[in-house]
């Protein structure tokens, strides 16, 4: 067997041992959570007035997301997680905290603004009926608070954040752009974090990149780092990260490419694939979410960025081969899918 290969079977065991034996240690997340809203069905005609698809429900569902998604994920793998945003005074805000409330996770750092809509995004799956089992989105629909969230609810969710992170084993920051975090707020938590020497994860918008200097890892898409590189007038991938890690003072930026693998880029320079092992990928929403609960569990327990990118790129795995978008990474799955990456690796040596 080859150093490499006996390298990341050694990982993917010891990986596989820290998910049995994750104790409860703290997770301290902040950033937009949202609700999720899928309808499913099919669709077999236009309308006549204009070319567009009518699409039949036959059943619909909801689930938490954006940073909702990260709380749950982290709750399933046995870590205990302290979540810090706001949702507006309707159903959607009381839907999520109820989930939160069933799965036993804290409402505490959740905040209600009065008169204010939770964002909800609509997604609308289809197929011919025949072919059910090979849907696609059809359109999503967003629903958004018109105005913006009031800067003295980030500043008292950014204080509460302060607050927690000192016993914490990671800070994972999720920005989706919609108010909870400022420029100001996110480099508080990044310095808090640094100054305890807690590994800080950020999933930044690409127009809000500032909010996420100084962080040990940065997560990217592929799409993402391609758009940057070509507004910096660079060659490769290699060298936006590159300029980007140094710009933004990151440790490292991982960049998630779905069917495309995995790439870790390091601020030394050392840079590390990984191939999309998923068998049969079907969909990719949730991506980052995955990967953001991946790498606080792996970093909060002290795991090397070389191992924690392996768990990232599983977990993102496991969601690239989920039968429903809405579904997200849970200790059962991620272990069986480093289970059958050993059994891989074990049946290839023979």
């Known amino acids: 067997m080859s150093e490499g290969r006996t390298e990341r079977k050694k990982i993917?065991?010891?990986?596989?041992?820290?998910?049995?034996?994750?104790?409860?240690?703290?997770?301290?997340?902040?950033?937009?959570?949202?609700?999720?809203?899928?309808?499913?069905?099919?669709?077999?005609?236009?309308?006549?007035?204009?070319?567009?698809?009518?699409?039949?429900?036959?059943?619909?569902?909801?689930?938490?997301?954006?940073?909702?998604?990260?709380?749950?994920?982290?709750?399933?793998?046995?870590?205990?997680?302290?979540?810090?945003?706001?949702?507006?005074?309707?159903?959607?805000?009381?839907?999520?905290?109820?989930?939160?409330?069933?799965?036993?996770?804290?409402?505490?750092?959740?905040?209600?603004?009065?008169?204010?809509?939770?964002?909800?995004?609509?997604?609308?799956?289809?197929?011919?009926q025949s072919l059910l089992e090979k849907t696609q989105i059809l359109l999503q629909a967003d629903r958004e608070p018109l105005d913006e969230l009031d800067i003295e609810v980030s500043n008292r969710l950014v204080e509460m954040t302060l607050k927690s992170i000192p016993d914490s084993c990671a800070l994972v920051i999720s920005d989706y752009d919609k108010g909870v975090l400022t420029d100001v707020g996110a480099q508080k938590l990044i310095q808090c974090a640094?100054?305890?020497?807690?590994?800080?994860?950020?999933?930044?918008?690409?127009?809000g990149l500032e909010r996420s200097r100084g962080a040990t890892v940065a997560l990217f898409e592929i799409r993402g780092l391609d758009l940057l590189r070509r507004r910096l007038m660079l060659e490769s991938a290699k060298e936006a990260a590159s300029s980007l890690i140094k710009t933004y003072n990151w440790d490292s930026?991982?960049?998630?490419?779905?069917?495309?693998?995995?790439?870790?880029?390091?601020?030394?320079?050392?840079?590390?694939?990984?191939?999309?092992?998923?068998?049969?990928?079907?969909?990719?929403i949730g991506l980052h979410d995955a990967a953001a609960t991946a790498l606080a569990a792996a970093l909060g327990n002290r795991f090397p960025m070389s191992s924690a990118v392996v768990l990232a790129a599983a977990a993102c795995e496991c969601v690239l081969s989920a039968q429903a978008s809405h579904e997200f990474v849970n200790r059962r799955t991620l272990g069986l899918w480093l289970d059958e990456l050993l059994w891989q690796l074990q049946i290839s040596d023979r």
């Not at 997340?29 to 036959?58: C, E, F, Q």
């Not at 302290?82 to 959740?110: A, M, T, W």
């Not at 069917?259 to 079907?282: H, K, M, Q, R």
């Open 12 to 128: 993917l065991k010891n990986l596989r041992n820290l998910l049995d034996d994750m104790g409860s240690s703290k997770v301290t997340l902040i950033g937009d959570i949202m609700l999720d809203r899928y309808h499913h069905g099919y669709s077999n005609r236009l309308i006549s007035t204009a070319p567009v698809p009518v699409l039949k429900i036959l059943r619909s569902e909801e689930s938490p997301g954006a940073a909702a998604h990260i709380a749950r994920g982290l709750n399933s793998l046995g870590l205990d997680v302290s979540v810090f945003s706001s949702v507006g005074d309707d159903r959607e805000g009381d839907f999520i905290k109820n989930q939160f409330l069933s799965d036993g996770i804290s409402i505490d750092g959740i905040e209600t603004v009065n008169n204010r809509q939770t964002l909800t995004k609509i997604r609308f799956f289809g197929s011919r």
């Open 194 to 207: 640094k100054k305890y020497s807690i590994p800080s994860i950020v999933d930044p918008k690409l127009t």
């Open 253 to 284: 930026m991982i960049v998630l490419g779905g069917i495309d693998g995995v790439t870790l880029y390091e601020a030394d320079g050392n840079i590390e694939f990984i191939p999309c092992a998923a068998p049969s990928p079907s969909q990719q």
